[in-house]
């Protein structure tokens, strides 16, 4: 079982720049497939990007803004957004996947707003 928690959300200006934070309990971490996923209201649950054992993949809304990193010793992983559009307005999640098994985060707004 694996329970994992965001935190770093907020309002931001376009332009501006947020780190999300997921922390995860449980154990095997550094053999989960950790990625960051977002969803508008309305509409499906996005994926931003994954890492797993050192591949880090986005999708294209993301690539050039965002960066995704993960500390093993820690069980976290990191979503930092740079130069936030107002279309980056979600909740994000988190997701831990291995062996079959999903997890999800509770999710943290971002809203990008002037």
């Known amino acids: 079982q694996v329970q994992l928690v965001e935190s770093g959300g907020g309002e931001v200006q376009p332009g501006g720049s947020l780190r999300l934070s997921c922390a995860a309990s449980g154990t095997f971490f550094s053999q989960y497939t950790m990625s960051w996923y977002r969803q508008v209201s309305g509409m499906s649950r996005e994926l931003v990007g994954s890492t797993f054992q050192g591949t880090i993949t986005y999708s294209a809304s993301a690539k050039g803004r965002f960066r995704i990193t993960r500390d093993n010793t820690r069980q976290e992983v990191y979503l930092q957004m740079n130069s936030l559009k107002p279309d980056d307005t979600a909740v994000y999640y988190c997701?831990?996947?291995?062996?079959?098994?999903?997890?999800w985060g509770q999710g943290t707004q971002v809203t990008v707003s002037s």
């Open positions: 997701h831990a996947a291995r062996a079959g098994r999903e997890y």
